[in-house]
């Protein structure tokens, strides 16, 4: 079976420094992968995705940046955060394949980032 | 992204029946989503629906499409403590991989 691996639960960080968010699947191949970020009072806003190796495309203009370095392997990060980069950072993915039977996203745990 | 918006708060009575709505902006869009988001955690999916259809029914939830409006609801009959979550509206576009969220509904079902 599938799974996500989302790493990790929880990060506070100062204000300038870089980050790194990690987020691996298992049990699948060639999977769309992506990020979301769910700010505090706040619905879940899709950053970036990604339907193959160092294939990426942002959604929103931001300080963060996304890479897929393997086929499972999916890393967020800045070089330097704001305070406004805080927020729960959840993982996703996706199958590949024709509609509709793919058209489902499987979350990660989650990442609660707090910059101070 | 596209827009979906979602009212923030509902607060039901355990027993009764809730209903979460939704609206989204796409017209393309062809699929429909609800996930449901404990505390803590990631969003699980809930049920979806195609854009070819009026409602789908699965056991205590029910959804209601009207691409007219481009308007989603979620019933949840029978509404147990258990309920109590945050609803997202989430939609798909029928020309890319993306997938779209609302605002999401914070439920709270009171014993």
């Known amino acids: 079976s599938q799974t996500i691996h989302q790493w990790p639960a929880t990060l506070v960080q100062p204000v300038g420094s870089p980050l790194s968010l990690e987020c691996t699947v298992e049990g699948t191949s060639n999977p769309n992968l992506y990020w979301y970020r769910q700010a505090a009072g706040r619905g879940l806003q899709l950053l970036f995705y990604?339907?193959?190796?160092?294939?990426i495309s942002s959604e929103v203009p931001q300080n963060l940046s996304a890479s897929r370095p393997q086929d499972r392997q999916f890393i967020l990060s800045s070089k330097k955060l704001l305070l406004s980069d805080s927020g729960f950072y959840l993982c996703?993915?996706?199958?590949?394949?024709?509609?509709?039977?793919?058209?489902?996203?499987?979350f990660g745990s989650g990442t609660q980032l707090s910059v101070l | 992204g596209e827009d979906v918006e979602q009212s923030l708060f509902l607060s039901v009575r355990e027993g009764d029946s809730s209903v979460i709505n939704c609206t989204y902006t796409d017209s393309s869009s062809t699929y429909l989503y609800w996930y449901k988001q404990e505390p803590g955690a990631g969003l699980q999916l809930l049920t979806y629906?195609?854009?070819?259809?009026d409602m789908k029914q699965d056991q205590r939830l029910t959804v209601l499409l009207n691409k007219k409006d481009k308007h989603l609801s979620l019933r949840i009959a029978d509404t147990q403590t258990g309920d109590s979550a945050i609803y997202f509206c989430?939609?798909?576009?029928?020309?890319?991989?993306?997938?779209?969220f609302g605002t999401g509904t914070s439920l709270t079902v009171i014993p």
């Open positions: 990604s339907v193959g190796i160092g294939q």
């Open positions: 629906i195609f854009s070819n259809m």
């Open positions: 989430a939609e798909s576009p029928n020309t890319g991989n993306q997938f779209y």
């Open positions: 996703a993915w996706s199958l590949k394949g024709q509609r509709p039977t793919n058209e489902k996203l499987f």
